[in-house]
């Protein structure tokens, strides 16, 4: 049986992403709506009701708006959105994120797809948590690097349109300095955290890749860990995993350097533990296309758990980045 699926928000930075995963399945059948009747309630409404699973790809009050027109109980959402990424009546779309996690997100009716700093940060700490190797009231530090495609089409604009408002040549710059980042609720929530993490993201003069570190000092914390305990929880914990692996500690001790873009176009993450032992330092950073595994390829993955599909379904062959 063919499913139905419609994006809403498919002009979206996401939205094309996930469309352009999806409309070569002969498995799968997109609904689309007449770009004039994007901002048609009741043609949105009806398409809203007559898939058999849903996208939303939406600023979040738009996304509230989306869900509380499906009256359809048949229909399955997937939320792109931060709107419903701590709520309990959502299941949050990280597969990989605990035992069990994945057949939860494949019987749900309402998935929120997970924020791409969110993803990294929760695939590195939430093992260490549960192991008990990181005490849960610990003052977490996370520092990371996005390309500018995470910003949507005004920071796209803003790097690549000179005559755009905002425009910058800038290589490099902070931003959220307030601490207000909307991804702090579901990296505290998910990752099993008391208090919420000290987050210091920033953006590059890359279009997508991106860099999730998070500093240990692990001469300070409980139980003085080492770098083997750190790398023996993340590894036990995505074992067999196909789109999260864990880099040998072998390799990360011969590493000099780490680009943010070297799984652009995959749904791939890679987890490194680099450091120091006679320091009893640990520097733990995700690598993942802020665009593939942090967005739209998480949601394909979603969607394909949700129609009883194999989870790699149309994920394996990579995407040319910037596409």
């Known amino acids: 049986m063919v499913a139905t699926v419609f994006i809403d928000g498919e002009a979206g930075t996401t939205g094309l992403r996930i469309r352009q995963r999806l409309e070569g399945r002969r498995d799968l059948r997109l609904l689309s709506i007449e770009a004039d009747r994007r901002k048609d309630a009741g043609a949105r409404r009806e398409l809203l009701n007559a898939a058999d699973a849903v996208i939303l790809c939406l600023p979040d009050e738009a996304a509230r708006e989306a869900v509380a027109m499906v009256d359809n109980p048949s229909v399955r959402i997937i939320d792109a959105s931060t709107a419903h990424r701590v709520s309990p009546d959502w299941i949050y779309g990280f597969p990989e994120m605990a035992a069990g996690h994945e057949a939860r997100i494949a019987s749900a009716r309402r998935v929120s797809n ?15 948590v549960e192991s008990g190797v990181l005490a849960s009231d610990w003052p977490v530090c996370v520092n990371a690097v996005s390309g500018y495609s995470g910003g949507g089409k005004a920071m796209i604009a803003e790097f690549e349109d000179a005559g755009a408002p905002g425009h910058t040549t800038s290589v490099f ?3 959220a300095l307030n601490l207000n980042h ?11 955290l008391d208090r919420s993490p000290l987050f210091s993201p920033s953006v590059g003069r890359f279009f997508e890749g991106m860099a999730v570190e998070v500093p240990l000092p692990l001469e300070a914390m409980p139980g003085r860990p080492r770098l083997a305990d750190v790398h023996d929880a993340l590894a036990n914990t995505y074992a067999g995993q196909a789109f999260v692996e864990v880099a040998p500690l072998e390799e990360t001790a011969a590493a000099a350097a780490l680009d943010p873009e070297m799984l652009n176009g995959t749904n791939r993450m890679r987890l490194h533990v680099f450091g120091s032992e006679a320091l009893g330092q640990a520097r733990l950073v995700a ?6 595994k942090g967005a739209s390829g998480a949601a394909v993955q979603n ?3 949700m129609l009883g599909l194999a989870p790699e379904t149309g994920l394996i062959d990579g995407i040319a980045a910037g596409a």
């Open 114 to 128: 997970p924020g791409c700093y969110a993803t990294g940060f929760i695939a590195l700490v939430r093992p260490l």
């Open 173 to 175: 710059r902070s931003y």
């Open 182 to 192: 909307k991804h702090v609720p579901e990296m505290r929530v998910h990752a099993r």
């Open 287 to 292: 690598i993942l296309d802020n665009l593939e």
């Open 303 to 305: 969607l394909n758990l």
